[in-house]
Nanobody, 125 residues
Framework: QVQLVESGGGLVQAGGSLRLSCAAS????????LAWFRQAPGQEREFVAA????????FYGDSVKGRFTISRDNAANTVFLRLNSPRPEDTAVYYC??????????????????WGPGAQVTVSS
């Protein structure tokens, strides 16, 4: 059983930076792939980034590649998402998600078993 909770959301100006954190409940989270998704009003949930359980592989959605960075600290049971140069279209509720480690890192929301409640990120122009 993995419980997740996001923090660090809020208002950020376009071109600024912001870091989201997601804390997992136990050390067993180190055996999980961790990911970030986001959902804007009226839109479907969108894959943002994922990191393998070792931290050795990272994956990004096309819309954020080169701007956002995902990382994890297994000792702290935490995954991070740094939003560099965010744009107004990045405004959304951001969710962290976890799934047991597998060879293929999923990019579909249905492939993840555990979810945090979400954190609002608003990017002002």
């Amino acid at each position: 059983q993995v419980q997740l909770v996001e923090s660090g959301g809020g208002l950020v100006q376009a071109g600024g930076s912001l870091r989201l954190s997601c804390a997992a409940s136990t050390r067993t989270s180190s055996a999980y792939t961790l990911a970030w998704f986001r959902q804007a009003p009226g839109q479907e949930r969108e894959f943002v980034a994922a990191v393998s359980w070792t931290g050795g592989r990272t994956f990004y959605g096309d819309s954020v590649k080169g701007r956002f960075t995902i990382s994890r600290d297994n000792a702290a049971n935490t995954v991070f998402l740094r939003l560099n140069s965010p744009r107004p279209e990045d405004t959304a509720v951001y969710y962290c998600a976890a799934a047991p480690s597998r060879l293929r890192v999923g990019v579909r929301a249905a492939e993840y078993d555990y979810w945090g409640p979400g954190a609002q990120v608003t990017v002002s122009s």
